[in-house]
């Protein structure tokens, strides 16, 4: 009897093992890992005769996996509208059962691929998925033959973002255009570009042509490379914005203010208390923060930042605006005779209350214009001025986040303790973002989950400042934050993850990723 129990138990594991190890191998070149993966009977073989039919409303979606296909196959397929779906084709159509804008249904099988729906972002990821399935090697070919699988996909969360310092040192569009590609690949969607600080100034402004010389460029008594300086063009930012929306990523801007203004200052010295501001410096050759900030007494500077965020929004569709708040000294406000008067017309406690009063007059002018304001989580301090409408960036710790969540606003989850991609990874190792969970430890999730927008990581770019050292900064962390952002909150096993990131190192070597290869 007992050795009758011990075969039956076995063989219930045996059934188990065979429809629980076919998906969880067949997953591993997946990244991030898939809601639900079905390993089905055979394989589809890409030939020269087979053709892409799309939905008119994923012709975009159609077209990029044709160029990836010739890229990685080397088979040109055509691209037709959907009318019947024919056997050996690809085949992109809308489905409303497909529950959510980034939602997808991936079928392979002998006669036909077909994804499946109800917006081209779902179109798209579910493309990325395909691609993913094609065995690339290290040299960048790929065989044309994929296994049949059905998967069923959709995100965690709505916000999976990385930012780019391009103050600090300045990147060139070609190599932000590469970032959004493997961000693409990765299914993340929004591209935070730090566009302003001490630094210097990157986003194109008619209004104060000095922001885009003066302040764009370092003192040349420093002798910085070129490549680490100047600012982009309106004709860049359009080629960005269009770039990025082909690949469903979002690009943010942000224009740092009260503080980490030195670049602005230096150009416009007016708008300071002091009006005595130094050429601009790079980071280690000066003070990390500087003491000169916005003259918040000052009405010009309240327009300043106005005419700013209308030039800057006209060029950048999203419908969020960040207009930064962090590490903002208060010395300046506090011998400043306009600030102080400040402190008295507006009724003001004291200067402590200075910021939260002039990230207010901010918050106005952007919702104004119909975009979410975005700060980080310092304005959180001075809250009797903030509204709920504010997206607050939770960098100095996972507590705030929670904290402001609670109360009622969304939040961004982009903590220092493992979502800054600057540190080195003795500090922060790829294990240790695939480990991050945004609520864990929140205490009441149900009322802090329903305002964390998702994930984000941050590259400042003040130490790594080459294109190869970028690279070794954000992958492979970028791949496990791509999984913590999309993938479902009981994934954690980083041993299976590691598993797939060993596979993708073909991928990044594929994209020319200089990568750490420390963590595979």
């Known amino acids: 009897m007992i050795s009758n129990i011990k075969f039956y138990s076995f063989s219930i594991f045996l059934g188990l093992l065979a429809t629980i190890v076919p998906t969880v191998i067949f997953a591993q070149n997946i990244i991030p890992r898939p809601g639900v993966v079905e390993k089905q009977e055979g394989s589809f073989t890409i030939k020269q005769s087979s053709s892409i039919n799309a939905d008119p409303a994923f012709s975009n979606e159609a077209k990029y996996l044709a160029q990836k296909i010739?890229?990685?196959?080397?088979?040109?397929?055509?691209?037709?509208?959907?009318?019947?779906?024919?056997?050996?084709?690809?085949?992109?159509?809308?489905?409303?059962?497909?529950?959510?804008?980034?939602?997808?249904?991936?079928?392979?099988?002998?006669?036909?691929?077909?994804?499946?729906?109800?917006?081209?972002?779902?179109?798209?990821?579910?493309?990325?998925?395909?691609?993913?399935?094609?065995?690339?090697?290290?040299?960048?070919?790929?065989?044309?033959?994929?296994?049949?699988?059905?998967?069923?996909?959709?995100?965690?969360?709505?916000?999976?973002?990385?930012?780019?310092?391009?103050?600090?040192?300045?990147m060139s569009v070609d190599y932000v255009k590469n970032t959004i590609d493997r961000m693409a690949f990765y299914k993340l969607n929004v591209l935070h570009l730090h566009l302003t600080d001490d630094q210097g100034w990157r986003s194109p402004i008619k209004s104060y042509p000095l922001l885009n010389t003066k302040g764009a460029r370092f003192d040349s008594s420093y002798n910085e490379p070129a490549q680490f300086q100047g600012c982009y063009s309106a004709a860049d930012i359009k080629e960005l914005v269009s770039y990025a929306a082909a690949r469903h990523i979002d690009v943010v801007p942000e224009i740092e203010s009260p503080g980490h203004s030195h670049a602005a200052l230096f150009a416009y010295p007016e708008f300071s208390c002091s009006g005595k501001i130094s050429p601009v410096y790079p980071y280690f050759a000066g003070p990390g923060i500087t003491s000169d900030v916005f003259c918040a007494g000052n009405p010009g500077s309240i327009r300043f930042f106005q005419t700013i965020i209308n030039e800057t929004a006209a060029m950048f569709p999203s419908n969020y605006f960040h207009v930064g708040g962090d590490e903002v000294p208060r010395t300046s406000w506090q011998s400043c005779p306009k600030c102080q008067q400040l402190v008295k017309t507006a009724k003001l406690e004291g200067t402590q209350e200075i910021q939260g009063y002039f990230m207010q007059q901010l918050h106005d002018h952007v919702a104004g214009i119909n975009k979410r304001p975005v700060a980080w989580d310092e304005i959180l301090h001075d809250n009797k001025f903030l509204t709920k409408d504010w997206i607050i960036m939770s960098w100095t710790g996972s507590k705030p986040g929670w904290d402001a969540a609670a109360k009622g606003y969304d939040v961004v989850m982009t903590p220092t303790s493992h979502m800054y991609f600057d540190y080195p990874y003795k500090v922060t190792n790829t294990n240790k973002v695939f480990e991050y969970e945004p609520l864990e430890g929140c205490g009441d999730s149900s009322s802090v989950s329903k305002h964390i927008l998702g994930i984000q990581a941050n590259f400042w770019s003040h130490i790594d400042r080459t294109e190869s050292k970028i690279d070794y900064q954000l992958f492979p962390r970028a791949l496990a934050l791509a999984e913590r952002a999309w993938s479902d909150i009981n994934d954690r096993d980083y041993e299976d993850f590691k598993r797939r990131l060993v596979n993708h190192r073909k991928w990044l070597n594929t994209m020319h990723v200089k990568y750490f290869a420390g963590d595979f």
Not at 114 to 130: K, M, N, R, T
Request: glycine share 8%.
């Open 70 to 170: 010739f890229t990685y196959v080397g088979v040109n397929l055509p691209v037709t509208h959907l009318q019947n779906e024919n056997g050996q084709d690809i085949i992109l159509k809308k489905s409303a059962a497909n529950k959510g804008k980034e939602a997808y249904q991936l079928t392979v099988n002998p006669s036909s691929i077909v994804i499946e729906a109800s917006d081209p972002a779902g179109a798209f990821y579910g493309c990325v998925s395909l691609l993913q399935l094609l065995s690339v090697d290290n040299y960048g070919r790929s065989g044309a033959e994929i296994s049949a699988v059905r998967i069923i996909d959709s995100p965690r969360f709505k916000w999976r973002g990385l930012m780019l310092d391009v103050s600090r040192t300045f």
